[in-house]
């Protein structure tokens, strides 16, 4: 593949929600353009960019892929990329690095969740846009409803350049509405059809509105066509490519991916209406300086995808905004500040490796084997260091304890795990010190299960993953006073340390204080620390349930030592068994976490979700309208009723709600639910200690 003038590329992020077929249309992308020979399928495991082992077993779109054809003397990079929730962050990266967004419509499921989400990101980044809408032959599919239902939803500038030719069954191709040309198609091939009158009609009716949104924008267009009511061909075709790279239209086109249908209309409405590099606002480096795409300028490339290779290591994927990369050079990285090694440059083609030479401004390409580079790295030159900003990755949604079934897999599992966060920024791996586990968060259930298949699969590390262990507290209700005594003088060298302590209740958050009020030498100077250390150490295992005791002041008042068997061991005994005896004597209670929830939620969905944060426990602090159809909730509720919520509330919302949460305070169980905290608490002791 020749390098391309970066006004002849044109990077375009697939995006939509799951199941609309994206990867299938990519295929009929590829198939038209001659890159591959046969059209693939996801059902049979044969689609180029559904390629690793999770996504053929599991028919569904798991990573990114990179599939660049030629077409017109154009290069046109397509990115595939996942549209289940759990794995979003890939079209999340995706849209970073395009220049145009093409969403796919399912034409009978119309605008769903992840479409609407997606869309408020290529928001963020000012994209262009152009939306296919697939699988016009299935039964009850009408192209006029989807464009209602878009129209209804993003606005009335979404507006058709294409109707389809014939219905359900009997749909054969489509009618371009700035040529009034149509095209029908057999196995994959189009050949140019004539239109009957009928059809002509209402192809006019339908060019009228289209006519009507690209004058707008262009206010010579928009006088010609206030005078005379109708655009020529190459007027209209000015109009739509402004209309595009402002963002004042976006086309919509008919699609049957399985039998590449609309396939070559497609790849000419990129080529002749998507911007690129060049047509977008020059990118800014975080320092402030203005990076035009200029092959010659300095060096500035994004990593926007890091992905293990079980036969080249690592394979880093990248954007160059700035220069040229070439092969076999060095470079620096100015993220992590050291110098990298750049081999062999490849452009991707699903696990396809076209090796190149250089990649120049504009472009899309992978390099294996970089040894300090990971997603979201910039590489420069290291006489002129600049940085790029980052993909804004969404934050995890789920916690799960991930244990290694052998000693074996336990050896393994750390640098197993690191090597999955490196490719993949929405996982999070943390170690919980109170419960000794290792704690994975993710964005969904299902995310979190392919990452324990990938350790098994790749990494050949088994493991189980359960729920997080919630960080219950212990406290005390009142004061009391107890005398700790650790006796044993049975004949030569004994043991002896006798102490009283005082216990109080502090501010909640206020911790642990030890006060030593000892007057005179009733216990020496050197055995007061050890009176603290075994007060310490019995407020770690708990009282009532086994959890560390908090916010709690101990008082050392008096105690006893003997010249000879008194001891630094003796004495820590002694106030933990003091300690102990006090506690129970000013009422243990259980304390748990409260967090602060926020929870985004479509208006007529609010009520269904305050009901149920209320069925947790749930406090509603207040709720903001955010004047996008959308309000935020936010509540407080208790950590043990939150650890399925992502789960919870995609199935309240059916996927159009997302939360954040953080930790507020710490408040008393409730007594009806204490009794069952115990219970699992004692129960999971005796499993261990038999274990």
Wanted: glycine share 8%.
């Amino acid at each position: 593949m020749k390098t391309y003038p970066v006004d002849r590329i044109r990077n375009v992020a697939v995006v939509g929600h799951g199941g609309v077929g994206k990867t299938s249309l990519v295929e009929a992308l590829l198939f038209c353009a001659g890159v591959v020979e046969r059209l693939g399928r996801v059902d049979d495991g044969t689609a180029t960019t559904d390629f690793d082992p999770e996504e053929v077993r599991r028919k569904i779109t798991i990573n990114a892929a990179t599939a660049p054809l030629e077409w017109r003397d154009h290069k046109v990079n397509l990115v595939d990329t996942p549209g289940y929730p759990d794995f979003v962050g890939e079209a999340y990266a995706a849209l970073r690095v395009a220049d145009v967004a093409l969403f796919v419509v399912d034409a009978l499921s119309g605008v769903q969740v992840q479409t609407e989400k997606l869309w408020k990101v290529a928001d963020q980044h000012g994209l262009a846009r152009l939306v296919v809408v697939n699988r016009l032959d299935r039964e009850n599919a009408q192209f006029s409803r989807t464009v209602e239902a878009l129209q209804a939803r993003f606005g009335t500038h979404v507006v058709p350049v294409q109707i389809p030719l014939g219905a359900e069954a009997n749909l054969r191709g489509v009618v371009d509405l700035v040529t009034l040309r149509a095209s029908t198609y057999e196995g994959g091939r189009a050949t140019e059809a004539q239109l009957s009158e009928e059809l002509r009609g209402e192809a006019l009716r339908w060019r009228e509105k289209l006519a009507e949104q690209a004058a707008e924008s262009d206010d010579g267009l928009l006088e010609k066509y206030l005078e005379s009511g109708d655009l020529s061909e190459e007027e209209l075709r000015r109009g739509l490519r402004a209309g595009v790279r402002s963002g004042r239209v976006v086309p919509v086109l008919c699609a049957v991916a399985l039998q590449a249908v609309g396939a070559r209309e497609l790849l000419d409405a990129l080529v002749e209406l998507a911007p690129s590099p060049a047509d977008r606002p020059p990118e800014t480096s975080l320092e402030g300086e203005t990076l035009p795409p200029d092959p010659t300028g300095p060096l500035a490339a994004l990593v926007f995808k890091t992905m293990a290779d079980p036969y080249v290591g690592r394979l880093s994927y990248f954007r160059v905004y700035s220069g040229t990369l070439r092969s076999d050079s060095q470079v620096y990285n100015v993220t992590k500040e050291r110098a990298e090694r750049v081999g062999q440059l490849y452009l991707l083609r699903g696990k396809q490796q076209i090796p190149v030479p250089e990649i120049p401004a504009g472009d899309l390409g992978a390099v294996a084997k970089l040894s300090e580079t990971q997603t979201n790295d910039t590489l420069c030159a290291k006489d002129r260091p600049l940085r790029l900003r980052p993909v804004e990755f969404p934050k995890p949604a789920i916690a799960m304890t991930v244990e290694p079934k052998s000693k074996q897999d336990e050896d393994r599992l750390g640098q197993a795990l690191a090597r999955l966060v490196e490719e993949d920024p929405t996982l999070h791996v943390e170690h919980d010190p109170e419960s000794k586990k290792t704690i994975l968060s993710g964005l969904g259930e299902s995310h979190l299960e392919i990452v324990a298949d990938r350790l098994r699969r790749k990494f050949h590390v088994d493991v189980q993953l359960g729920q997080p262990h919630v960080p219950y507290r212990e406290t005390i209700r009142k004061k009391a006073t107890a005398e700790g005594r650790y006796v044993k003088q049975t004949g030569g060298r004994g043991q002896y340390g006798v102490c009283t302590i005082e216990i109080e209740p502090l501010p909640r958050g206020a911790g642990y204080e030890f006060v030593d009020k000892i007057f005179g030498g009733a216990i020496p100077q050197q055995f007061r620390p050890s009176v603290d250390k075994g007060v310490r150490k019995a407020m770690e295992e708990g009282v009532l349930a086994g959890y560390p005791v908090v916010d709690v002041r101990v008082t050392l008042v008096d105690g006893k030592t003997h010249p000879v068997d008194s001891s630094d061991i003796a004495f820590q005994i002694a106030g933990s068994l003091a300690f102990k005896k006090a506690a129970e004597q000013a009422g243990v209670v259980l304390l748990e976490p409260i967090m602060n929830v926020s929870v985004t939620i479509p208006d007529d969905l609010v009520g269904d979700v305050i009901g149920d944060l209320n069925g947790k426990r749930g406090r509603i602090q207040g709720m903001e309208p955010n004047g996008d159809g959308t309000t935020t909730v936010r509540a407080q509720v208790p950590m043990a009723e939150m650890l399925r919520y992502a789960s919870d509330l995609r199935s309240i919302t059916g996927g159009r709600g997302f939360f954040e949460m953080s930790f507020s305070h710490y408040e008393e169980v409730p007594p009806h639910i204490v009794q069952k905290v115990v219970e699992e608490a004692t129960r999971q002791r005796q499993a261990s200690e038999a274990h």
